[in-house]
Nanobody, 123 residues
């Protein structure tokens, strides 16, 4: 089991930046591949970014490529999402997710989820 707690959401103007953090409980953080998903009102939850267990591999959804970066600090059991050049369409609740195993991009591949943090981008 792993408990995930996101932080760092808020309101930002278009073109601005925001950084999200996700702190995980337990001492086995390094066994989990991590990811960020987001869900806007009336839309499906979509993959944003993922990172492998050791942090050497990262991958992104098409909508955020070149603007967002994902990183992790296994010593601190924390994964980060740096969001730059934000657009109004990035407005959503952002969720941190963990998977015991290899990294993946499908929502159903992840067993553990945080409660989410709201990101709102004004135009």
């Amino acid at each position: 089991q792993v408990l995930l707690v996101e932080s760092g959401g808020g309101l930002v103007q278009a073109g601005g930046s925001l950084s999200l953090s996700c702190a995980a409980s337990g001492r086995t953080f390094a066994r989990y591949a991590m990811a960020w998903f987001r869900q806007a009102p009336g839309k499906e939850r979509e993959f944003v970014a993922g990172i492998t267990r050791g942090g050497s591999g990262t991958f992104f959804g098409d909508a955020v490529k070149g603007r967002f970066t994902i990183s992790r600090d296994n010593a601190k059991s924390t994964v980060y999402l740096q969001m730059n050049t934000l657009k109004p369409e990035d407005t959503a609740v952002y969720y941190c997710a963990a998977r015991d195993g290899m990294a993946a991009t499908e929502r159903n591949d992840y067993s553990f989820w945080g409660q989410g943090t709201q990101v709102t981008v004004s135009s």
